[in-house]
């Protein structure tokens, strides 16, 4: 039986780590180290405006929303511009502690801003930017806060807090040095602190798992995608966790110089990973996001210093520490190109250039922020991808798989792709394979847009039967048939077959009434078959039970008829009278002279019949012939006709009766005229055999003559 199975394998984006797409004359906003804002077309790499405005330094992330750029300062200003020409629309300096450089990021929810100080996060209105509230945290650190289900988390010296996004209250505070930016899923947080890397409850704060690192942690952001956290560490290694248990799955190495410089965070998507090596490894790496296999590596001309990649429309976005920003194939890793910034000659080309990642805004409206940002951006492909299969994700031993993808949503039509580890296998809609391990399906839409899912095939013991049951049966009767699964996946499904057509319904056993070679497959609950070998069932032969008689089965009075069956090795014998048995009535025959309905049991080899009733009549009185009548009946016995010659002693008409066992007249003839002579043949062919008496009557006389039926 073939099901369907629908594997629930629906890709699923969510985070700021995945795909986002970027039509032409998208624009990407960057902020570079002395303070100054840049509009650069995405698609030409050509300067739109800049805000002219070269004052106190800041790495921390611009956010773009609606159409406005929020950016920190590093003397604690807060400031909106327009996203169209770059004015200014308000600032903020009097709240927000005042440092000599600032790399956290602000994030906005619900209308508010939120952006952290040296000692402090504050929520500010995103149209006026005054003050909603403030809380106190310990000393300085580069966290930028994250916003999940109205609570904030934000990282400090000290602690790990959740905040009330609308009132500003703690939640909680979980202990823990040097808190980075944290990322927010499934009810999870995850950050990085010092040497150690967390998971903990997002409500209660309570700890799930924690990995121990050699190396620390650095600035890296998590960056969470199908079901892993990617995350980085200052010695240039890129783990992958399981999200739920904390499992490492595959790490991947940027052979950087082991605990030196700062890094910048991890961006997935289209089944990659992005990020930069660590300082001073000055290279752009792609890497399949399943199994950590190097796709392709970019060589920066110039040092790029903490900037997180932003990914957008099969590119990668990137500043430099010269003021360049950089536009990469994601595809290919070639530059499409480069856009010199920072105006040459002023102070600022002297500086580290941009620190900050880069944003990309869509004309659709759509904003693309690095995962540093702590922003929750819409980057889905607006399709879903499923899988089918027969069997599901296991192969059946001995067999091969046939994979299905379904792709249900916009931005069709589709193309698929098949990989293991980046090996691509097949670009058709199904694929098939006997080889078990994990792979990868990619499809993407008309866009461009990749839903990868990854999956594993696992092979599995296939179900195997045989049967048991007695392998034979007596003539009307049957035999039930058994069958014992092994291996396989329960519960199963079972086809009896007899020779080859289908037989039964679901069930393990089967009653079988008809000789035949039999045999059971079976599907078990993985959609894996097996077939027994056959199962011969044969019908015994029945006892010959053909009762012979002596003679015709109706007596006079004193007369004997002897009933008997064929012999045979190993039958016992039974005699019936009238349903009842006789007792000593033993042998194959038996010798009759009474009135009845007598049958024979016969049993060989566990198998009876009972043969057909003969009865048995008695005549107990004959009518004496008159005188003047003479009569013969000839053939006596006869089978078909027999003839009746009648001679009367003076001419008379003549009626003549057959006359049965019971006394009942079953033919007649008539002369209808007066003769001494008579004679007729009655048809008695259809007549059962027997004892019948020939009745002649003439003006009141009457002869009696015995006829034997055969």
Known sequence: MKTKILLTLISLIWQACAWGQAPKNSTVIVQDFWGRVYSVDATSGKKNWDNGDFRNASSATPIVSKDRIYCLRGNGTVSAFNLTNGALIWENQASINKSSESSSSPTIFNETLFVVGDVAIHALDILTGKTKWSFSLKGHFFSSPTVSNNTVYVGSEDKLYAIDATTGVKKWGFPAKYVNSPTVSNGKVYFGSEKDFYAIDAITGKEIWKYKSQSYY????????????????????????????????????TTSNSGYGQTSSPIVANGKVFLNGTYPNNKLFAIDAFCGKLLWEYQYKNFVYLCSPVYANNTVYIGDGKGNVLSIDAIKGTLNWSTLLIPSGSQAVNGPGIIASPV?????????????????????????????????????EGSSISLTANATGSNAPYSYKWKQCSNDLSTNLSYSTNKTGKYILEVANTFGCVSPISFEL?????????????????????????????????PFTYQWRQNTANVGTNANTFNANVAGAYSVSIT???????????????????????????????????????????????????????????????????????AGSYAIRVNRDGCSATSAATIISIITAIEPGAEGIGMEVSPNPASEVCRVKVVLDKAAALELQLINAGGKAVRAWSSGKAARNHETTLSISDLPAGLYLVRATANDRRAVSKLIKN
Request: hydrophobic share 35%; proline share 5%; charged share 10%.
């Open 458 to 490: 696992v092979q599995t013991a296939s179900p195997s039967a045989n049967i048991s049951g007695t392998n034979n049966f007596c003539p009307n009767q049957s035999i039930t048939l058994t069958a014992n699964v092994t291996d396989g996946a329960a």
């Open 360 to 396: 990309v805004v869509s004309t659709n409206g759509m904003i693309y922020h690095a995962t540093i940002s702590g922003m929750e951006n819409d980057y889905t492909c607006q399709h879903n991808v499923t899988i089918s299969s027969p069997t599901g994700l296991n192969i059946c």
């Open 218 to 253: 650095g600035e890296s952001s998590p960056c969470i995608l199908y079901g892993m956290v990617y995350t980085y560490f200052l010695d240039g290694k890129l783990l992958v966790f399981d999200q739920e248990n904390g499992n490492i799955i595959w790490a991947f190495s």
């Open 524 to 594: 078990d609950s993985k959609g894996c078959t097996g077939t027994s070998a056959s199962f011969n069932v044969s019908e015994r032969p029945a006892p010959n039970v053909t009762v012979s008689t002596s003679r015709a089965p109706a007596l006079l009075t004193g007369e004997s008829v002897v009933l008997s069956v064929p012999t045979a090795t190993g039958q016992t014998y039974q005699w019936l009278k009238d349903g009842a048995v006789i007792s000593g009535a033993t042998t194959n025959s038996y010798t009759i002279t009474q």
